[in-house]
């Protein structure tokens, strides 16, 4: 396949911007926990959010810019790589740092309350519903491998960037929908965020598996092969981290110690 229309976003100066981009949310992330921590000194921004946002902001960035990015677009394995990095392991990161709740830290308290009322909104009560939240992205990955999609999006620079925004963006809504690190104005129960998540897994598992054996337009039966077998096996060890903060969050919900202190 021709992919030079959009090999050009992975080097050159579009990936210049996008690095710069990338330094610059993260350097107002840190301000920001700097500047909540200077005027809250009994809650100080934790460093383990710190660390956690610039890794998930650092793996999002070099899945679309740089040698893995294109590589992605004559390697399948190299794209399943990139697919794990933005659309699963960026956004539990990401989720992990809190970025909703140090921006309520941040906030005057009028500007707060308007990014509240955003959060209760009905259209976010719609996409992060947890049932809603695994179809935009679980679905959305089985349109984009069992259609000619991916073939497209090598071949059509804003076909390549809404896949791209959509399976980071996905990846993100997922998360969050299922472990609530950010407040939550509408929670469901554990159980019901561990059937989701049980569905979920399954549809990622037997979409690896299809994959693997029905590969995708314009790739080769040996690279659908690896690409489906570290689908699989890399996307249950990210899944594994959302796995063990829902038990963990359970597990201090229900004890009577956590609950006592």
């Not at 911007?17 to 107002?28: D, H, M």
């Not at 509240?116 to 519903?129: G, K």
């Not at 699989?232 to 060890?237: E, L, R």
């Amino acid at each position: 396949m021709d992919h030079g229309h959009t090999l050009n976003i992975t080097t050159g100066l579009p990936a210049i911007f996008v690095g710069i981009g990338a330094l610059l949310i993260t350097a107002l992330y840190i301000a920001a926990g700097v500047r909540s921590s200077q005027h809250n000194r009994l809650k100080v921004w934790p460093w383990y959010r710190y660390v956690s946002f610039v890794l998930g902001i650092s793996f999002a960035t070099i899945s679309v810019i740089g040698p893995i990015a294109a590589q992605a677009m004559n390697n399948f394995t190299m794209h399943m790589t990139s697919h794990l990095l933005l659309g699963m392991l960026a956004p539990v990161l990401l989720v992990l740092s809190a970025p909703i709740t140090l921006l309520l830290r941040s906030l005057a308290v009028r500007q707060a309350k308007v990014v509240t009322r955003l959060l209760r909104s009905y259209p976010l009560r719609i996409i992060s519903h947890p049932i809603i939240a695994s179809l935009l992205n679980i679905g959305g990955l089985w349109i984009l491998y069992t259609t000619n999609l991916y073939s497209w999006m090598h071949t059509n620079l804003l076909v390549h960037i809404l896949v791209h925004i959509h399976i980071f963006a996905a990846g993100y809504i997922f998360t969050a929908s299922l472990i609530y690190i950010d407040p939550v104005p509408h929670r469901f129960s554990y159980i019901y965020r561990s059937v989701i998540l049980i569905c979920a897994l399954a549809a990622h598992g037997i979409l690896s598996k299809y994959i693997y054996a029905h590969p995708p337009e314009g790739v080769s039966v040996q690279e659908a092969q690896a690409g489906g077998m570290l689908m699989y096996y890399g996307g249950d060890f990210i899944d594994l981290i959302i796995i063990i903060f829902l038990c963990y969050h359970w597990y201090k919900t229900t004890n009577p110690r956590e609950a006592v202190a």
